[in-house]
């Protein structure tokens, strides 16, 4: 089934703590972006990567980072966790990047922080 | 920098007919995008507009104004699944999209 998956659904995480969330995409597109969406704030932009091997830092990149070594796998890490991490976080695609490509949802990591 | 607003919420009943607004100021517009969202769901594509006028697709259509910056979706006939929230987000010159808070839209029977 072509589309993007992530893991995991949801995760309870100590603070301090580091997690790679994951996230795949079969549709071979070039673009690749990861947003939190929190209550009241909407989406926000976190990284992007316009193609394999390239990354950019969005709005809200503190904390985070990413890495784009394939086509299909942008890969989400919080190398120390914090309380004000606990988010929704959405994977995000489009055939190309820089452009107005319409974007593609991945279905969400629901992160807790303690 | 980027401002998008919409309205928080709006409440309609089933059958009727409802107009969502979407202003923003963007340092560049490469059209934009409205989205819907049910709870505890991914943002699903609705439309796109780049120039101005109205895109009609079925029960939604999407109107644009660039020299006004103003952009609205509107749905017809509704339904108690059109129970959702709703994405305004505009792409301007840049790499991604930039979204509105969205607007919660209650249909009633």
């Known amino acids: 089934i072509a589309g993007i998956t992530q893991a995991p659904t949801s995760q309870i995480l100590a603070a301090g703590r580091r997690m790679t969330l994951r996230c795949t995409q079969d549709m071979r597109h070039n673009a690749m972006y990861w947003y939190r969406q929190d209550l009241g704030l909407g989406l926000r932009l976190i990284h992007y990567?316009?193609?394999?091997?390239?990354?950019g830092k969005g709005e809200v990149p503190d904390g985070y980072s990413v890495s784009r070594a394939n086509t299909d796998d942008f890969p989400l890490t919080l190398a120390s966790a914090v309380p004000s991490q606990t988010s929704v976080y959405f994977c995000?695609?489009?055939?190309?990047?820089?452009?107005?490509?319409?974007?593609?949802f991945g279905p969400g990591t629901r992160l807790t922080v303690l | 920098g980027q401002n998008i607003d919409q309205p928080t919420e709006m409440t309609a009943t089933e059958g009727a007919i409802v107009q969502i607004n979407c202003t923003y100021q963007t340092s560049g517009f490469n059209g934009l995008f409205w989205y819907q969202q049910h709870a505890g769901e991914a943002p699903t594509f609705l439309s796109y507009?780049?120039?101005?006028g109205l895109e009609e697709k079925g029960r939604f259509s999407s109107f644009l104004s660039r020299s006004k910056g103003y952009s609205y979706l509107l749905l017809k006939e509704l339904q108690m699944k059109d129970s959702a929230s709703y994405l305004c987000?505009?792409?301007?010159?840049?790499?991604?999209?930039?979204f509105g808070k969205g607007t919660s839209l209650l249909v009633t029977p």
């Open positions: 990567s316009n193609t394999a091997g390239t990354t």
């Open positions: 995000a695609s489009s055939q190309s990047g820089g452009g107005p490509d319409t974007q593609y």
């Open positions: 507009n780049v120039l101005d």
């Open positions: 987000a505009v792409s301007d010159s840049g790499y991604a999209l930039n």
